[in-house]
Structure formats: structure tokens, C-alpha cells
């Protein structure tokens, strides 16, 4: 599953359910961090001197190459670089030359277009690589909110294990079943207030950015949300009552037809 996460110059526009949320190193993190005790946290560094979980690359910040330096003198697992899709690929130049993985970084690029997706050839188009996670909009929900949806492993401590190989964990039906189990039965007329998390939100970022439903991403269980539920279930031979239970989350998160 997709992660949303949100960031803002003023942290107390952002829902304080939020599931994730990206906070600035500016001297007032701890406080903004209190507003979000149950969100993953990550913490952005403006400048290369500064240590942190991401480094903002972008005019009037770090610049790309200072990218390789500042992610050898992290301490914590699979630092972070911010950027827009057009100087990524720059950015993963200066890495390679550097010696760097790729799977030792997370690259999360911001390219506006309104729709969430996570930047790639087989997305945006934009770059010709994947990245981790893609900031979308600049005005989420109407208010002055980034939101970028991020790879489900985003805030995994890494990516690999031992040799570097990329590490696949299979679940059987049943184990599969068990999580869905334990997912809210989404409903028309509900929305992400009902719940501690942006279930909803999520819902909908996924029917978008994997199943190209082009829904207004509200965290309202509205029709559009419940038509674009219904047209996936007939797809797959579910019973189409634009119902979202266990069956249809196991659908959405793990894709069909």
C-alpha cells in the first residue's frame, strides 16, 4: 500500500491524523513534532551542513553536489534527497560517481501535477528511473499542504539485506486475508474524520495513481469514490457494491485487472 504523506510551512494546517508528515529542521521541529505523536516523521535539512532525514535540494537550498557528501555523513539508514524530477537524474549522476546505491538513498522528487503518483517510466514518464516517493501538489485539500504519495517501504529502515539484494516477503492467502481483516470497512458517506488514519485518503490516492480513476482525493466516501470501487470489483469479479471490505482492500493494495 501507498503512503500519503503531507508537509506545510505551517504545520498546523496538516491534519493531525495524518499518517506521515515531513517537518523542517528550522528550530521549531520538536514543536511541530509534538502536533503528530502517532505520524512517521520525516525530518527535512535545508542546508548540507545540517544532519537530518532528507536533505532539500532545491534553489536557494543545497544544491546537487553536495548530495553525495551529505548522505555519507548520515548515520541513519537510507538518507533521504529532495528534489524536482527534472534535477533528479542529476542528483543520481552525482551519486553514482560518488560510489553511492541506490538502494542505500531514498530519492522523492516533486512533480505537480495535480494527480498523485510516484515518478517513473512506467507513471509520470518524467524520469527514466523509479524514485521512492513524488510530491504532487502544493495545495492539498484547497489549504497551503504539499502531499506526496510515497513506495510502501518509504520509511523502512532498508531496503535491502547482507548482500544488498532486494529483499521479497511472500504472504500466503491466509496471512494476506488476516491484515485485510483488519481494515475498516469503508462505506459511502463516511469520511477520514470517522478514523485515526486517512483510510479513505489513501483509498482513493491508490484508485488514482494505480488504477487511473481520476478521483478528487477528499477523504470523502462520496459517489465518485463508490463508482470507481464498483468499476474495479466488476473488473475482478467481485460483487460491485462500491463497498470497500477485505476483499476489495486486498484488490486495491495488491492490484488486479
Known amino acids: 500500500m ?17 499518517p506521515a508528515v515531513a517537518l523542517y529542521d528550522d528550530g521549531t521541529f520538536e514543536e511541530s513534532r509534538a502536533l503528530f505523536p502517532h505520524a512517521q516523521i520525516l525530518m527535512i535539512s535545508v542546508f548540507a551542513r545540517d544532519d537530518g532525514d532528507c536533505l532539500d535540494v532545491e534553489t536557494g537550498d543545497a544544491i546537487p553536489s553536495q ?43 516533486a512533480h505537480y501535477t495535480d494527480r498523485p503518483h510516484i515518478c517513473g517510466p512506467a507513471s509520470c514518464g518524467e524520469i ?13 485539500q484547497g489549504k497551503n499542504i504539499d502531499a506526496s504519495l510515497l513506495s510502501d517501504d518509504f520509511f523502512a529502515t532498508s531496503a535491502t539485506q547482507g548482500t544488498g539484494t532486494p529483499v521479497t516477503v511472500f504472504l500466503t492467502s491466509a496471512q494476506t486475508g488476516q491484515i485485510m481483516s483488519q481494515l475498516p470497512v469503508l462505506s459511502p458517506g463516511m469520511s477520514d474524520g470517522d478514523f485515526p488514519h486517512l483510510y479513505i485518503t489513501r483509498v482513493q490516492a491508490v484508485l488514482n495513481a494505480v488504477w487511473h480513476q481520476g478521483l478528487v482525493i477528499d477523504g470523502a466516501y462520496g459517489p465518485a469514490t463508490q463508482t470507481a470501487v464498483k ?11 462500491g463497498i470497500t471490505g477485505p476483499a476489495t482492500w486486498a484488490l486495491i493494495v495488491a492490484g488486479g485487472q
Request: aromatic letters at 8%.
Open 128 to 140: 527514466s528511473f523509479p524514485v521512492d516517493g513524488t510530491q504532487w501538489t502544493d495545495h492539498y
Open 231 to 241: 468499476t474495479i470489483q466488476e473488473r475482478n469479479h467481485l460483487s460491485p457494491d
Open 2 to 18: 501507498t503512503i500519503v504523506m503531507l508537509d506545510s510551512v505551517q504545520p498546523n494546517l496538516i491534519p493531525k491524523t495524518s
Open 67 to 109: 548530495a553525495p557528501a551529505w548522505v555519507k555523513r548520515q548515520k541513519t539508514s537510507r538518507p533521504c534527497l529532495y528534489a524536482s524530477a527534472s534535477v533528479m537524474p542529476v542528483i543520481r549522476s552525482f551519486l553514482s560517481q560518488a560510489g553511492i546505491p541506490r538502494s542505500s538513498v531514498r530519492l522523492w522528487s
